[in-house]
């Protein structure tokens, strides 16, 4: 099982980055998949999730408007596009990927069993 997340880096603010997080070593298309992000110093939070089917998705308020999540079954991958980046969204942010497809809740760390190695994203001011 693997989870390589990708596409962090430096970005000023304002600015937009696209995060991609490949999967391998599971049944991907069976997946709620979602992204958190930890800061230093701080516990790792929700920032958005997209169920299997890929008919619903749910973000954290403080992102609404702003990221959008969305995936590809064909490729695998989950993404996430951020755009109007705030220096308080710089943080290492992780994909995951939920025990079953079944899964109610999907906007807390422990409905998901597979993590990535998170990819950092620093927003400058």
């Known amino acids: 099982v693997q989870l390589q997340a990708s596409g962090g880096g430096l970005v000023q603010a304002g600015g937009s980055l696209r995060l991609s997080c490949a999967a391998s070593g599971f049944t991907f298309s069976n997946a709620n998949m979602g992204w958190f992000r930890q800061a230093p110093g701080k516990e790792r939070e929700f920032v958005a999730a997209?169920?299997?089917?890929?008919?619903?998705?749910y973000y954290r308020d403080s992102v609404k408007g702003r990221f959008t999540i969305s995936r590809d079954n064909a490729k695998n991958t989950v993404y996430l596009q951020m755009n109007s980046l705030k220096p308080e969204d710089t943080a290492v942010y992780y994909c995951?990927?939920?025990?079953?497809?079944?899964?109610?809740?999907?906007?807390?760390?422990?409905?998901?069993?597979?993590w990535g190695q998170g990819t950092l994203v620093t927003v400058s001011s």
């Open positions: 995951a990927a939920t025990r079953s497809q079944y899964t109610t809740v999907v906007t807390t760390t422990t409905s998901y069993d597979k």
């Open positions: 997209i169920r299997w089917t890929g008919a619903s998705t």
